[in-house]
């Protein structure tokens, strides 16, 4: 079963800041945050992870709260391309390699 | 294009009938994965390969199902007396294992199958 919790769906106005949060409240310390995105009719892409300390690249920042208990994606100046499901999962390395995934958020960005 | 190929992108089948379907990963990825996906549902995890092993397998991967990796490289998964519940996407992907703390799994376009 998935260890998180998301919204199941949520709008953003082109240009704007999309934040996508997630509940992870029994996460363990070993236990990373992941997040990936499915577009329409394509298999999911990942898009960031983070253990602790907040994590940015090229497509999106991940904001992890203190007691790692919940976190926030952000997509800075969301597009009409990023209207996709979103996924917050958490793995660990403990040498299983399969990712759990919820229903995730769906994002729409409107014009 | 250098991704992650499955074929075929479309199955249709009648119940009882079996099937295969075949996924190419990236070429120096050493891991593959299968996934199940429903409508409305995220992907649900079946098996998982490194190299020609198979490592993990669900208990959702019952005996009808079977998967194979025989030279590391490519992968099938066979779906035998196909159900009506069998209907799904199923999703392939790969990843490399260098990075120990790092599971960028890189997904496949995925087979939709449906049976009647």
């Known amino acids: 079963d998935a260890k998180t919790t998301q919204p199941p769906s949520m709008d953003c106005a082109e240009g704007r800041a999309a934040n996508l949060p997630c509940n992870h409240s029994?996460?363990?310390?070993?236990?990373?945050v992941y997040w990936y995105r499915q577009i329409h009719s394509q298999g999911p892409q990942y898009i960031i992870h983070?253990?602790?300390n907040n994590e940015t690249n090229e497509m999106a920042s991940l904001i992890i709260t203190e007691d790692r208990k919940s976190s926030t994606l952000i997509l800075p100046h969301a597009t009409l391309r990023d209207t996709a499901v979103y996924y917050c999962?958490?793995?660990?390395?403990?040498?299983?390699?399969?990712?759990?995934f919820g229903t995730g958020t769906r994002l729409l960005v409107s014009p | 294009d250098t991704g992650v190929s499955q074929n075929p992108r479309h199955k249709i089948t009648k119940r009882g009938q079996n099937v295969t379907f075949r996924c190419d990963p990236i070429?120096?990825?050493?891991?593959l994965y299968w996934y199940r996906q429903t409508l409305g549902q995220g992907p649900e995890f079946l098996t998982y390969?490194?190299?020609?092993?198979?490592?993990?397998k669900s208990r959702l991967l019952s005996d009808r199902f079977s998967a194979e990796r025989p030279k590391g490289s490519f992968s099938t998964l066979e779906i035998q007396r196909t159900e009506q519940g069998d209907s799904a996407m199923y999703l392939c992907?790969?990843?490399?294992?260098?990075?120990?703390?790092?599971?960028?799994?890189?997904f496949g376009p995925g087979t939709r199958l449906t049976v009647l």
């Open positions: 992907a790969s990843s490399f294992r260098g990075r120990a703390a790092y599971n960028e799994q890189f």
């Open positions: 983070g253990l602790k």
């Open positions: 070429s120096e990825h050493n891991r």
């Open positions: 390969f490194q190299n020609e092993a198979q490592l993990e």
């Open positions: 029994t996460i363990s310390g070993n236990e990373y």
């Open positions: 999962i958490v793995w660990e390395n403990t040498g299983f390699q399969k990712l759990v």
